[in-house]
């Protein structure tokens, strides 16, 4: 496919997580809430624990290293544990 048909990115990609919609969630969420996509590494992990008033969890996926990516597993572990 010639070069200046082919994205960069997916035209869906946003960069995640969504500031808006982990503060929202983590103020009006009745329920326990989970938070899946777009994490990869632990700033976005901090970022959603602070925005989400610690009421947001997330799920990571892709970023991990056990499934290729780049964010340790034992440490999303260890700072799991940490949190209690």
């Known amino acids: ?6 994205s960069r990115s997916p035209p869906f990609a946003t960069p995640l997580p969504q500031d808006d919609l982990v503060t929202l969630l ?7 809430v989970t938070y899946a996509g777009g994490v990869r590494d632990m700033a976005d992990v901090e ?3 602070a925005l989400g008033c610690g009421r947001v969890d997330v799920s990571i996926g892709s970023a991990l290293d ?12 260890a700072w799991s544990r940490a949190q209690g």
Do not use: A, D, Q
Request: aromatic share 10%; no cysteine.
């Open 1 to 6: 496919m010639p070069t200046r048909f082919r």
């Open 26 to 32: 983590g103020t009006h969420s009745p329920i326990p």
């Open 47 to 49: 970022r959603v624990r």
């Open 66 to 77: 056990i499934f290729g990516g780049s964010l340790p597993y034992s440490e999303v572990v």
